[in-house]
């Protein structure tokens, strides 16, 4: 192994090391009843902590990729490491104090350093791997999705020894020196272009700057896809176990069907990013979003055993989403401001994170049975479908 391939190597391994706790709010499920216990606050105050970073998230990607592509990306990694670390660290010191505290610790804290962290490796990644953008990210991505798996028996055991305040400091802990190595180890390569020449480009391969960006049809269609398209998983993830049992499955099924479909989640973050540098990156989205169709469809017929496959199968739609967008948005605006690009291409998470509960709430306030949500879903998948179509027209 030369030289270039040890820095590449090491940049990859150490960047998806870092990357894997990004995936923390996602397992805040089995802290919150430990927190709700130790503070006496309820389920509603507690389950903000899981929407807040979130939404922080999306703006520390934005931050993080205006200084990695305006100022320098070891200094965006940096700061956006330190605000991670001490985010999580003060939250576990701070707890049970008042919850206006955790919010900005645990919510906008780690949101904000999560998402700078982000933008750099994912960047940085495409930038060693320009003739394999899509492979590259996939890996990031995944990363990112494993944090279940490897996070949850070690916090369920740090829970059940010290708490939610032994858990969150050893977790800080951790995510300082996956900073420190990361910042070691991710560097930019020495030589790199905008493109690479055999990268599958959708348009005129011009480098947008955001400014540019925002004044193209181009963007509102990739925005409007994500948008819509996440939709469907944001509408059904927080009713899939109870969803189930109510249908007759039983609560080891649902457990497990949730379980196989992080599983699967991780792994088409992986695999449909590397085949779509082979077949066609839009084409694998269009893909993506007729089985979210298909996912909503059997959720429509109350079947218990086409319920849970159609569990498994949003969550597999929502990891080729999260997965495909970095790469499609650096072969529509190029490379060159790909950090703050894509950072601005996830604003529409913001969107779908507050809108989805409200239309749940809703829904359920005027006494819609809960088909109206899936009912939702199937028009919002097929709305994304319209908009990609739109967008491999208008690049043409």
Known sequence: MDKQQKKRFG???FGAFLIMFTGFPHIWSIYQPYVMEETGWSTAV???C???PTLFFVFGNMIGGRIYDRQSPRTALLLGGSIFTTGVVLSGILMGTHPMIIYLTLGVMQGIGQGMVYAVILATAQRWFQD?????TGVVITANGL???VMSPISKQLLESGGSRLALITTGILIGIASVLALYFVKQPEKF???AENDELYGDARQYTPQEMLRTR??????????FGLMPYYLLSPISQT???????SEGIAVASVMAGSVINAGIRLVLPSLADRVGRIICIQSVLCTAMVSMCLLLTGIGNLTTAAVVLAYGCFGGIMGSFPSLTSSVFGLKHAGENYGIVMSGIIIVTALSPMISQTIEKVGIPVYGNFVIGLLCAFFAWICIGKLKSDVR
């Open 11 to 13: 940049m990859m391994a």
């Open 46 to 48: 507690v389950s903000i």
């Open 50 to 52: 899981f929407y807040l």
């Open 132 to 136: 394999r953008t899509g492979f590259a």
């Open 147 to 149: 944090c279940g798996f």
């Open 193 to 195: 272009q905008n493109h």
């Open 218 to 227: 181009k963007f509102y269609y990739l925005a409007a896809t994500m948008l």
């Open 243 to 249: 969803l189930q049992i109510e249908r007759g499955v």
